[in-house]
């Protein structure tokens, strides 16, 4: 049986990178005594997928792990199991079944929504909503991204689905989380304070990831989000 589990990670586990995330969940789902199902051969591993890595330092309440298992009590059973041996700074949100023709997490992702907030104090603007709406309303945002073997020149605004401040003065902001292209939120922040002339340093503000979302629509229709842990009820 296919299973997908949603975990929120935060407080001092946002500084556990992927590999370190995902070696403690190996731990955590044998203490918890999950009857979990183990690839074949001469190093068989616990058969286990997650959603997008989240960066160090970014914390989610909308992380995604999916498992595969040889037999279970119950979805809610299996939650308070794994709840029982997790640490500070991870928590189980919910376990889903997952129906036979369902894609593995990391195949889903199309999209996550972001909340940026400053550590202490507000953004150095008297109006953020107005600055937000002037930001996104540009007709492309161009962006230089430099890796070790290469430069490419990207259009931020076609990955920015949504992007607007809330009532608590934060921002937020729904992005292209794909394989094929994945905008990273620190990137259309950065454009953000050259737009409106802020020097912040990235340390000044916290990253959190609010949900992950798979699309459902068809070829050529309009995106249909839904988030990764409904789409067995579709």
Same mark, same amino acid.
């Given at each position: 049986?296919?299973? %997908?589990?949603?975990?929120?990670?935060?407080?001092?586990?946002?500084?556990?990178?992927?590999?370190?995330?995902?070696?403690?969940?190996?731990?955590?789902?044998?203490?918890?005594?999950?009857?979990?199902?183990?690839?074949?051969?001469?190093?068989?591993?616990?058969?286990?997928?997650?959603?997008?890595?989240?960066?160090?330092?970014?914390?989610?309440?909308?992380?995604?792990?999916?498992?595969?298992?040889?037999?279970?009590?119950?979805?809610?059973?299996?939650?308070?199991?794994?709840?029982?041996?997790?640490?500070?700074?991870?928590?189980?949100?919910?376990?889903?079944?997952?129906?036979?023709?369902?894609?593995?997490?990391?195949?889903?992702?199309?999209?996550?929504?972001? %909340?940026?907030?400053?550590?202490?104090?507000?953004?150095?603007?008297?109006?953020?909503?107005?600055?937000?709406?002037?930001?996104?309303?540009?007709?492309?945002?161009?962006?230089?991204?430099?890796?070790?073997?290469?430069?490419?020149?990207?259009?931020?605004?076609?990955?920015?689905?949504?992007?607007?401040?809330?009532?608590?003065?934060?921002?937020?902001?729904?992005?292209?989380?794909?394989?094929?292209?994945?905008?990273?939120?620190?990137?259309?922040?950065?454009?953000?304070?050259?737009?409106?002339?802020?020097?912040?340093?990235?340390?000044?503000?916290?990253?959190?990831?609010?949900?992950?979302?798979?699309?459902?629509?068809?070829?050529?229709?309009?995106?249909?989000?839904?988030?990764?842990?409904?789409?067995?009820?579709?």
């Amino acid at each position: 049986m296919k299973i %997908r589990i949603k975990f929120a990670k935060y407080g001092v586990m946002k500084f556990i990178g992927h590999l370190d995330t995902m070696r403690f969940f190996q731990k955590a789902i044998r203490r918890a005594g999950i009857d979990v199902k183990y690839s074949e051969g001469f190093s068989p591993h616990q058969i286990m997928s997650f959603a997008a890595p989240l960066g160090v330092g970014v914390e989610s309440c909308g992380e995604y792990m999916d498992i595969e298992v040889l037999s279970m009590t119950s979805t809610e059973d299996m939650k308070q199991a794994l709840n029982r041996v997790m640490v500070k700074g991870i928590e189980i949100l919910s376990v889903t079944p997952l129906p036979e023709r369902a894609k593995n997490a990391m195949a889903s992702v199309a999209a996550a929504s972001y %909340r940026i907030h400053m550590k202490e104090g507000g953004f150095p603007v008297t109006d953020l909503k107005t600055c937000i709406q002037g930001f996104y309303g540009q007709e492309t945002i161009p962006y230089t991204k430099e890796t070790k073997k290469s430069v490419r020149e990207l259009d931020l605004k076609q990955g920015i689905y949504e992007m607007d401040a809330d009532d608590e003065g934060g921002i937020r902001m729904l992005v292209n989380a794909s394989s094929s292209g994945n905008i990273k939120p620190s990137m259309v922040f950065e454009k953000l304070c050259q737009y409106a002339g802020w020097e912040i340093l990235p340390s000044a503000c916290q990253v959190t990831r609010l949900e992950t979302y798979a699309d459902l629509a068809n070829e050529g229709e309009m995106p249909r989000f839904v988030p990764l842990s409904e789409i067995e009820s579709l």
